[in-house]
């Protein structure tokens, strides 16, 4: 069954450094999106983005984040300096169309 | 913001037992997806609602659109130690060509005893 992978499975990095977190959504799908979780709390959206372009974004991503897709298969999220409170669980997720959103494992984020 | 909230919060239920949880929203959604994630994995979708007053079932799951479009509810039958986790609502705007987001839920943290 098709599923959507993300790498690394955890990264660690230190406060104002660059991270980029790769996901390879569903194959077929159009619809790809970034969420975040912080430990405990709910799950967050961060952006969407649909033919090549970034559909809706929340205030969470700010201009410290940007999103692009490289290729056919690849969607990444970069955090052009992280801070303390970028620590969370980034999910990409995929959609075929108007319909349902499938979530990949998550990369843990840990600034120190 | 829109805000979706969850109840109840947290649930102990016996193995074998029924159990009942709900969304509820000030916003009107087009669609409401249930979603369960395991401690460090991500969500995995349950059941997708597309329409006001769908009832509609997975297995022991059986999850309600509401016909306010304002909540939704999902049912586990005859429960068992795997279906321990947190359950989380998700509800969409369908905005046409646009990759629409999902907004979450507070969630509901099952945990079931032998």
């Known amino acids: 069954e098709p599923e959507v992978t993300q790498t690394p499975s955890h990264q660690v990095t230190q406060m104002g450094q660059e991270v980029i977190l790769r996901c390879v959504p569903i194959s077929n799908h159009l619809y790809f999106y970034w969420y975040r979780q912080i430990l405990g709390q709910k799950v967050e959206f961060l952006v969407s983005f649909y033919n090549n372009e970034i559909s809706e974004k929340s205030e969470i991503f700010d201009d410290q984040f940007s999103v692009e897709r490289p290729d056919g298969s690849n969607f990444t999220l970069k955090i052009r300096s992280t801070k303390l409170e970028d620590s969370a669980m980034y999910f990409c997720?995929?959609?075929?169309?108007?319909?349902?959103?499938?979530f990949g494992p998550g990369t843990r984020l840990t600034v120190l | 913001g829109q805000q979706l909230n969850q109840s109840p919060q947290s649930m102990f239920i016996q193995e074998g037992e029924d159990v009942s949880m709900n969304c509820t929203s000030s916003?009107?959604?087009?669609?409401w997806l249930w979603y369960k994630q395991d401690p460090g994995e991500g969500p995995v979708l349950l059941i997708a609602?597309?329409?006001?007053?769908e009832l509609t079932s997975n297995g022991r799951l059986t999850a309600q659109f509401g016909i306010t479009r304002k909540d939704s509810f999902l049912n586990i039958s005859a429960s068992i130690p795997s279906d321990v986790g947190i359950y989380f609502c998700?509800?969409?705007?369908?905005?046409?060509?646009?990759?629409?987001?999902?907004?979450f839920g507070t969630g509901t943290r099952l945990q079931v005893t032998l």
């Open positions: 997720a995929s959609s075929g169309g108007m319909d349902e959103q499938f």
């Open positions: 998700a509800g969409r705007r369908i905005n046409t060509g646009t990759a629409s987001k999902l907004t």
């Open positions: 916003s009107i959604f087009n669609t």
């Open positions: 609602l597309y329409k006001a007053g």
